[in-house]
């Protein structure tokens, strides 16, 4: 059974930095892209990042520069490093298995406020 468990948000000022984790299980993580996706209060969910099997990256235009998407698929993990943090930033962040019909993890909430 896929299970995708988010973790390290928080509460932050802007400029700071959070690095969000991704433990993923129940599948062969080697073989997958991985994804980020955010929500923020009363908009839809967003694409954020993602990372291939060949550890290529791509990332909307609007974080490129500042966030980071890694892999370490020794210890099945999928990371999101994010500096220089915005009020705009503020969303629930969901970690996301590009498979046929796609999993998504519980979301972790990150705020960006004075």
């Known amino acids: 059974q896929v299970q995708l468990v988010e973790s390290g948000g928080g509460l932050v000022q802007p400029g700071g930095s959070l690095r969000l984790s991704c433990a993923a299980s129940?599948?062969?993580?080697?073989?997958?892209?991985m994804r980020w996706y955010r929500q923020a209060p009363g908009q839809g969910r967003e694409w954020v990042a993602r990372?291939?099997?060949?550890?290529?990256?791509d990332y909307v235009r609007s974080v490129r520069g500042r966030f980071t998407i890694s892999r370490d698929n020794a210890n099945d993990t999928v990371t999101l490093q994010m500096n220089s943090l915005k009020s705009e930033d503020t969303a629930v962040y969901y970690c996301?298995?590009?498979?046929?019909?796609?999993?998504w993890g519980q979301g972790t909430q990150v705020t960006v406020s004075p």
């Open positions: 996301y298995l590009e498979s046929g019909s796609g999993h």
């Open positions: 129940g599948f062969n993580f080697d073989i997958y892209p």
């Open positions: 990372i291939g099997v060949g550890l290529d990256t």
